[in-house]
């Protein structure tokens, strides 16, 4: 079991920056990967990035590439979404989700936090 707290969303204008953190509870947290989702106001929740268990590996959503930068930090259980150059469209809630893969669906995620507001005011 794995339990998310995500933090650091905010109000920020565009072209700002933010950077999201969450923390996982429990001593298995480097064996998961990690993914961070958006959801903005009437639309389906979809995938932002993604990291393997040892940082190795990163993906992102072609909208973030070269803009949003994922990472982790096993000792700390953490991960982190560094995001750059914010655009109105970035307003959403985000959430971070733990699962066995690092894929870019939320059926691959088994747990979930309970997500942190950005707002990119243009």
């Known amino acids: 079991q794995v339990q998310l707290v995500e933090s650091g969303g905010g109000l920020v204008q565009a072209g700002g920056s933010l950077r999201l953190s969450c923390a996982a509870s429990?001593?298995?947290?480097?064996?998961?990967?990690m993914g961070w989702f958006c959801q903005a106001p009437g639309k389906e929740r979809e995938f932002v990035a993604a990291?393997?268990?040892?940082?190795?590996?990163?993906y992102y959503a072609d909208s973030v590439k070269g803009r949003f930068t994922i990472s982790r930090d096993n000792a700390k259980n953490t991960v982190y979404l560094q995001m750059n150059s914010l655009k109105p469209e970035d307003t959403a809630v985000y959430y971070c989700?733990?699962?066995?893969?690092?894929?870019?669906?939320?059926?691959?995620?088994?747990?979930w936090g309970q997500g942190t507001q950005v707002t990119v005011a243009s």
């Open positions: 989700a733990a699962g066995d893969v690092d894929g870019a669906t939320m059926r691959e995620y088994d747990y």
């Open positions: 429990g001593r298995t947290f480097s064996s998961y990967a």
């Open positions: 990291i393997n268990w040892s940082g190795g590996n990163t």
